[in-house]
């Protein structure tokens, strides 16, 4: 059997497409991905059922992932509970209205606070609320300066977490780098040969191999040129 979802380039596709990507090998059924050039959120089309809107289409998708599955123990997001849970749907109701809407700070001054003790934002794996909250404050991190990466270490360590999580991120969005200047500066370092350096020699013998030797090797002291004397003009 299998399934045909039509995305375009809305975030809500986007974050779909995520989505399979990390249940795709657990799937019961292949999932096409099939790109489409109206900018209506994604639709699923399975046999006779078509549905519409992302979080809907997730819940359905996460109905056909293998319960035998490896992937089933080790992430919630394939898990029919914590997907359907009000915390989840409340994040990606977030996602969708108030990082759009919210002043840029606001929005990373709830994700700091929510993520103070803990890695994820709900729960203790990655689930589709990190998803949907990725997805869409990536684009509010392009006039993110370092001052706000030191204001805000736990938006940016669970948003380098997600970027990096299982190499898919980079496949749908760009990566963010907060310490693209530290980092270029550790390659630049790593990369430039290292001058080699004599180890330092204790005073007392450095001061005596910089004393010639005694009758040898002094140098002649050139004879200092005497002032000329000034003419007195006759009168």
Request: hydrophobic share 35%.
């Amino acid at each position: 059997m299998s399934i045909t979802l039509h995305i375009d380039q809305t975030k809500d596709s986007i974050a779909l497409q995520h989505y399979v990507e990390l249940v795709k090998d657990s799937l019961q059924s292949t999932v096409t991905l099939q790109k489409s050039e109206a900018q209506g959120g994604p639709i699923l089309k399975d046999g006779d059922k078509q549905l519409a809107g992302a979080l809907t289409i997730a819940r359905y998708l996460n109905r056909l992932v293998s319960s035998k599955s490896d992937f089933v123990e080790k992430n919630a997001v394939t898990r029919e509970a914590p997907i359907a849970t009000p915390y989840i749907t409340q994040w990606v109701s977030f996602s969708q209205v108030e990082t759009q809407t919210l002043p840029s700070k606001d929005v990373f001054d709830l994700i700091e606070q929510s993520i103070s003790s803990s890695t994820y934002i709900v729960g203790n794996s990655i689930s589709l609320a990190d998803i949907f909250v990725y997805v869409y404050v990536h684009s509010l991190l392009k006039d993110f300066t370092p001052e706000q990466s030191n204001s805000y270490p736990n938006f940016v360590r669970w948003f380098n977490l997600i970027q990096h999580y299982e190499a898919y991120s980079e496949k749908f969005l760009p990566l963010i780098h907060f310490d693209q200047h530290q980092e270029e500066f550790k390659h630049r370092e790593i990369m430039e040969p290292q001058v080699a350096r004599a180890p330092k020699q204790p005073k007392d013998q450095a001061a005596k191999e910089q004393q010639p030797a005694k009758g040898k090797g002094k140098s002649k002291e050139q004879p200092k040129e005497q002032p000329k004397e000034q003419s007195q003009d006759k009168v």
